[in-house]
């Protein structure tokens, strides 16, 4: 469950975050909130098949391609999509699956948690930041 304190620690805590589907277009959710997170000291990871660069951040073109070690993968993709991202993600072991408001997909969370990994699903990360850390 979702609670405000569980939420509050993940922003805490996770300060590396690997954003698949982050975007190149700043007018998008997909680039806005993760330039939020960077601007509030985030380290942010962009995953894009399609850019080079997006935030003047280097851009992976899968979650795979990533070496350095990751607190947590932000999916912005349809709902249909998150379990092959998540397989992807369970290489990385990041301590944390998060799922932009409006994308849900319970197999995926069911194979993060199995991996031990704390699943959030339909919410806004900048949304919860601003309610929870930024007072």
């Known amino acids: 469950m979702n609670t405000d304190e569980k939420l509050k620690r993940i922003l805490q805590e996770n300060k590396t975050i690997a954003v ?11 680039h806005t909130v993760p330039k939020y997170m960077k601007e509030q000291g985030y380290k942010i990871i962009p995953v894009n098949p399609f850019a080079d660069q997006i935030l003047e951040e280097k851009v992976y073109k ?15 993709r349809p709902s249909e999509q998150c379990l092959e991202v998540v397989k992807e993600a369970v290489n990385l072991k990041p301590k944390v699956i998060w799922m932009q408001l409006g ?15 704390e699943t959030v699903m339909d919410k806004c990360i900048l949304v919860e930041h601003k309610n929870l850390i930024k007072k």
């Open 20 to 30: 698949v589907g982050c975007s190149r277009h700043p007018q998008k959710a997909a």
């Open 62 to 76: 899968s979650l795979s391609e990533i070496k350095e070690p990751v607190d947590m993968v932000n999916i912005f």
């Open 103 to 117: 994308i849900k997909n319970e197999e995926a969370a069911q194979l993060a948690e199995k991996n031990g990994i």
